[in-house]
């Protein structure tokens, strides 16, 4: 009964109250481990290039960062690559942060979506959805539901980025403080399969200091490219 309560825990409200409480700087976005963004990047990048590579490689015209805090991802990690870079982030506090955080590049900002990821229905076609530390803040089913909308989003030969933390319990642990949770490694696979898409790679993120979640990235495409 006790864990059956423990995974009940995510909760948009108490979510959207914590980080209206945060500041909007680079350790508020990363929880006080501002210190492993740029390994958190480097890793990113050598993610996306391997990606360009691929022989249906996605296009550089336009990506969206979810759940983009003050857009560190779009700063050093989309923007450098893609003509256009909307965001979608549902605190107004974060969001204004954006343009003046990515600083000399923001004209290529586009969009800026206040927005929860589960209420959010993109409106053009991405080559890369980019989601990183926000899939937590999700319920399973409506996180089934947003990578169905983000897959019927993507343009030729687009791709859908997870990166997130895994549990290496095997089980969901829940974090009462800002209401989400983390999945292991064999959910978030079941929950990939229920949006009919398929992993084309899967890395684990090196170089992070011991005692924090691992971290992984999965490219993801439409199993039936008829369906997009
Ligand atoms: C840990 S921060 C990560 C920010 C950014 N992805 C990064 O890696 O720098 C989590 C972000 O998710 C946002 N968030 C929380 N719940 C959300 C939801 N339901 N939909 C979209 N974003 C959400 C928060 O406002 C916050 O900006």
Sequence with gaps: MMEMQKLQTVDYDKSLEYWAEIPATLDGVLGG?????????????QFLESLFLLEKG????????????????SKNLLVPFFNRV?????DKKFLSEILNYVGADS??????????????????????????WVLGYL????????LIKCRNALA?????????????????????????????LKQFI???????????????????PNGIY???????VPINENTI
């Design 214 to 220: 691992p971290v992984y990235m999965f490219a993801l």
């Design 58 to 73: 996605p296009r550089k015209e336009i990506a969206l960062d979810c759940g983009a805090g003050i857009g560190r991802i």
């Design 139 to 146: 319920k399973d089913d409506d996180l089934v539901k947003y």
């Design 107 to 132: 004209y290529k900002i586009g969009a800026l979506y206040q927005n929860s990821l589960q209420d959010f229905n993109p409106e053009r076609k991405y080559d890369i959805i980019w989601n990183q």
């Design 86 to 90: 909307d965001v979608i982030e549902p």
């Design 156 to 184: 030729d030969n687009g791709i859908i980025i997870v990166k997130e933390n895994v549990t290496s319990s095997g089980k969901v642990e829940a974090d009462e403080v800002d209401s989400s949770i983390t999945r292991p």
């Design 33 to 45: 481990f501002g210190f492993i963004s740029d390994v958190d990047i480097s890793g990113s990048q």
């Design 190 to 208: 079941q929950i990939f399969k229920s949006a009919n898409l398929k992993r084309i790679k899967q890395c684990k993120q090196t170089n992070l």
